[in-house]
């Protein structure tokens, strides 16, 4: 195979310009170099903690890594409804292909033996998440329990989101981008995974024909 045979993928480091050959099995890798993803995860660990405690005191830091408040009346559990209609929403950025939409409440994330400490953290009540980078294409899919929007841009994800959380059903089809429920594939293009969704949804039933005589 030749160079110009070999698929690249770009490197995930924070302002790297390198490429990284793509694997057509196992585990495709996300950065370059040890050094590239520890620097890069160093980076996100201490945009991390500023916006954390921005957000405590209310301030839009403007970062990549800050919290997006969001005005809602949130459906997002029957039981909470009263309580997420008085919450301030906001986005978090767990890293630069998934954000969660929280409330603010805090749960527990449990200890794994030898892989990391129990800690605390806000909750997710839903999720925008990018899955087209593999294929050089941007793919954001927002994702409520059981029911997903995609692929389009992140914000339109963001908003589709909100609205699954407030209790809508669905979210306006925009080209390629529809509401469905069920798993979403991290294994197959998702520009065409969502044109095989369409052309199912637009497939015409065949009519059969009258039977003579009725």
Same mark, same amino acid.
Not at 146 to 175: H, I, R
């Given at each position: ?58 301030? =839009? ?18 039981? $909470?409804?009263? =309580? ?61 329990? =059981? ?25 306006? =089809? ?29 497939? &015409?039933? $065949?009519?059969? &024909? ?5």
């Amino acid at each position: 195979m030749t160079d110009k045979q070999i698929a690249l993928v770009h490197c995930a480091g924070a302002d790297c310009p390198n490429t990284i050959e793509r694997r057509s099995r196992g585990r495709q890798r996300r950065f370059c170099s040890r050094s590239c993803q520890e620097k890069t995860l160093r980076g996100r660990t201490i945009a991390s903690r500023g916006m954390r405690e921005n957000a405590r005191m209310g301030l =839009d830091t403007g970062l990549a890594y800050s919290t997006q408040e969001v005005s809602t009346n949130s459906t997002a559990c029957k039981d $909470e409804n009263d =309580d997420l209609q008085k919450a301030s929403l906001s986005w978090i950025e767990v890293n630069e292909v998934t954000h969660k939409l929280t409330d603010g409440v805090m749960e527990r994330v449990p200890a794994s033996y030898g892989q990391w400490g129990g800690f605390n953290t806000e909750r997710g009540l839903a999720w925008a998440i990018e899955i087209g980078w593999p294929y050089k294409k941007t793919a954001w899919f927002a994702r409520y329990r =059981d029911v997903c929007y995609g692929p389009t841009d992140s914000e339109t994800a963001k908003q589709a989101a909100v609205a699954f959380t407030k209790g809508a059903p669905s979210f306006p =089809d925009q080209g390629l981008a529809t509401t469905f429920t069920g798993p979403i594939d991290f294994n197959a293009d998702p520009i065409l995974a969502a044109e095989m969704r369409m052309q199912r949804r637009v497939t &015409p039933v $065949e009519l059969q &024909p009258l039977t003579k005589g009725l």
